[in-house]
């Protein structure tokens, strides 16, 4: 039996999920910080990507949310991250691309500060 403050959790997240799955596009604001994803992001995700909501393990593998989700990540990371040595530490961008990618969202563009 959940006590209030485990149900009270319950219902935010199911909002949550229901908004994602109730949009056309999803906007994503995110900082490489500390070398990472910050934490308020991590548990965004942690609290909205449930198996079964919004994405499910079918015959073929991960299927994504319903109907063509789109998602804009603007990504703020402070640097040059693309080549030379510092590419190396590039986790922010390829985090989110791999989270995306294993619900099922292939409709994603970075737009990178």
């Keep these: 039996m959940m006590?209030?403050?485990a149900l009270r959790i319950r219902h935010h997240r199911c909002n949550k999920i229901k908004t994602i799955v109730?949009?056309?596009i999803v906007v994503?604001?995110?900082?490489k910080y500390n070398f990472g994803i910050q934490?308020?992001?991590?548990?965004?995700?942690d609290q909205t990507l449930v198996a079964g909501k919004p994405f499910r393990c079918g015959e073929n593998g991960v299927e994504g949310?319903?109907?063509?989700?789109?998602?804009?990540v603007a990504l703020a990371r402070g640097g040059?991250?693309?080549?030379?040595?510092?590419?190396a530490i590039e986790r922010t961008e390829?985090?989110?691309?791999a989270t995306l990618g294993f619900?099922?969202?292939?409709q994603h563009q970075f737009i990178i500060a």
């Design 3 to 5: 006590g209030p403050d």
């Design 22 to 24: 109730a949009s056309d």
């Design 28 to 31: 994503i604001g995110a900082a």
């Design 39 to 45: 934490t308020q992001l991590k548990s965004w995700f």
């Design 65 to 72: 949310p319903p109907g063509a989700k789109r998602v804009v």
């Design 80 to 87: 040059h991250f693309t080549n030379g040595p510092a590419a």
């Design 94 to 97: 390829t985090h989110l691309r």
């Design 103 to 106: 619900i099922g969202v292939t």
